[in-house]
């Protein structure tokens, strides 16, 4: 059984930062990317960033070079660093594990930017 688990995130005031961390547990064949999501009440889930297996990365226009994903393969771990937060950055951050099957969800961890 797949399991994803989020932490880290928490209440920042605007310009900080905070880091997410998904661990990842389970029978795992055929990974595509691993990346992370965020969604507000009434919109769409929205691709933050993600990292392929082999280690190319993507972020969306809103995020970009303010957030970086990485990850540990040791610890089976996938980060979010993110920099600079802004109040806009406020959401639920949902890790995702896309597989050639299907796409596996963590229960996610709200970050809420707010002075």
């Known amino acids: 059984q797949v399991q994803l688990v989020e932490s880290g995130g928490g209440l920042v005031q605007p310009g900080g930062s905070l880091r997410l961390s998904c661990v990842t547990s389970?029978?795992?064949?055929?990974?595509?990317?691993m990346g992370w999501y965020r969604q507000v009440p009434g919109k769409q889930r929205e691709l933050v960033a993600i990292?392929?297996?082999?280690?190319?990365?993507n972020y969306s226009d809103s995020v970009k070079g303010r957030f970086t994903i990485s990850r540990d393969n040791a610890k089976n771990t996938v980060y979010l660093q993110m920099n600079s937060l802004q109040p806009e950055d406020t959401a639920v951050y949902y890790c995702?594990?896309?597989?050639?099957?299907?796409?596996?969800w963590g229960q996610g961890t709200q970050v809420t930017v707010s002075s």
């Open positions: 995702n594990q896309r597989t050639i099957m299907r796409d596996y």
């Open positions: 389970g029978n795992i064949f055929a990974i595509l990317h």
């Open positions: 990292i392929t297996s082999g280690d190319s990365t």
